[in-house]
């Protein structure tokens, strides 16, 4: 069985050879693979769609050092899911509780857009995790790209599993997907996702997650 990460994987040779550049620049920066973070044993998984090029690709933990981290990790902590509101550091103090935080792609792709390859290369390490799961999980989905990979990792249709913010779907006995807009700095800046639509997805998954 395919293990959930490999901080040597180089499978996407564009990606790859990207991070050796960015390696160049900015030699104190992470710059592989970003391994998930979190309780393996968790029963709500957060998937995101790959590294930011000064957050996690910077401090080797996903969503950690730039803006797309602050909305997720209050909710975190609003919800009982992490001991503290903000993530600072691959070696602070923050823990997460049944939860886990992983990308739909581990490695920085230029400007944040994978290819559908790479996104296909990368879904053997989603589908090990997503494998992984207990039954009563929930997966929460970060924006369309995330949710396909997951779809994809369950070898589902695409067609019959449409991407809606606030949707879910039950195409696993395992776990029930749960789909919202990304916490990028655009959708924020631009109110595609408010802090209320995304405490109500939190509202849900802890609801969920406690059911089960
Ligand atoms: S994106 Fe995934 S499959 Fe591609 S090189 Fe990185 S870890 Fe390997």
Redesign the pocket.
């Known amino acids: 069985m395919t293990s959930i ?2 901080r040597d ?4 040779p564009r ?2 050879g990207f991070l050796d550049d960015v390696k160049t620049k900015y030699p104190d920066y992470y710059c592989g ?1 970003v391994p998930p973070f979190g309780d393996p044993e968790a029963r709500f998984l957060i998937v995101g769609l ?1 590294p930011g090029m000064h957050g996690a690709n910077r401090t080797g933990r996903p969503f950690t050092g730039d803006h797309a981290g602050i909305l997720l990790y209050r909710m975190l902590n609003a919800f009982g899911f992490s001991t503290a509101d903000e993530s600072v550091a691959a070696d602070d103090a923050l823990r997460l509780i049944d939860s886990r935080i992983t990308n739909a ?3 920085l ?1 230029p400007q944040n857009k ?1 290819v559908g390859a ?1 996104i296909n ?2 879904n ?2 989603l589908a090990a995790e997503l494998a992984a799961l207990q039954p009563g999980s929930v997966v929460l989905a970060l924006g369309g790209i995330a949710h396909q990979a997951v779809v994809r990792a369950l070898g589902a249709r695409q067609a019959d599993h449409k991407f809606g913010h606030a949707a879910e779907h039950n195409l696993d006995a395992r776990f029930v997907l749960l789909d919202s807009y990304h916490c990028s700095r655009y959708n924020t800046n631009t109110r595609r996702l408010t802090t209320t639509m995304f405490e109500d997805v939190f509202r849900r998954a802890r609801e969920l997650v406690r059911q089960s």
Not at 9 to 12: Q, Y
């Open positions: 990460f490999d994987c180089r499978r996407c990606l790859a693979p790959a792609v581990k490695c792709p994978p790479e290369t990368c053997e390490f």
